[in-house]
């Protein structure tokens, strides 16, 4: 796959911008995600020794929560973040 991408890449030059932000876009998405994975406190990767790792945010600590406003039969503002603390 990889000589392939080179082989058009020396055919074509105009292609070497594509292959660079498509391989950056994909390189930076796998990032994010691991970022998520790994440092978010809504993902517990240890169940047995800490099943609830949100509950041990201290109290100076901001946690946003995401809720949806219900009035009248139809919803209103259903992307509204909140702070608790």
């Known amino acids: 796959m990889l000589r392939q991408i080179i082989g058009q890449a020396k055919k074509h030059p105009s292609l ?30 240890d169940r047995k020794n800490n099943p609830e790792p949100w509950n041990k945010l201290g109290p100076n600590e901001q ?9 009248h039969g139809w919803k209103a503002d259903c992307n509204r973040s909140v702070a608790l603390w």
Do not use: E
Not at 20 to 36: D, E, H, N, P
Not at 63 to 71: G, S
């Open 16 to 45: 070497i911008p594509l292959f660079v932000f498509i391989g950056a876009g994909g390189t930076g998405a796998a990032l994010y995600v691991m970022r998520l994975a790994l440092f978010n406190p809504d993902v517990s990767w």
């Open 63 to 71: 946690y946003k929560v995401r809720y949806n406003i219900v009035q």
